[in-house]
């Protein structure tokens, strides 16, 4: 992937990890297996939908790590199985996300071959500092 030039201007100092979470969004668009949703719930919370047919709870994983939401399903098919036509989909996925500042994972859901990952913002504290004056001498 190309740089940003936005990110490569030297008024903007300490960015990296902006341009990181930016590239990593843009990996994460392209992927396309499962179909997903994304609603907006009110009050800062979402609900992301997968579509999931055929797993089980426990071919699931759904983890956060470093601000990035990771589901991945793995599947072990019998290879024994013989079709005449296959239009279901079986292979495993890995599907990102990347959480903003705050955003935690409330559950998870599996339901009619779809996954439900409800996600909310809490309120965040409003903190005031009061920062000492000194003075000089």
Known sequence: ?????VFDSPFLLGFDHTRS???RAAKAAAESYPP???EDRGEGALRITLAVAGFTPDQLQVTVEERQLVIAGKR???ADEAYLHRGIAARGFTRTFVLADGMKVDG????HGLLHIDLVR??????VQRIPIKTAG
């Open 21 to 23: 979470l930016i590239e």
């Open 76 to 78: 072990e098919g019998a």
């Open 122 to 127: 809490p309120e965040p504290e409003r903190l």
């Open 36 to 38: 997903y949703n994304v």
């Open 1 to 5: 992937m190309n740089r940003s030039l």
């Open 108 to 111: 998870a859901v599996l339901a």
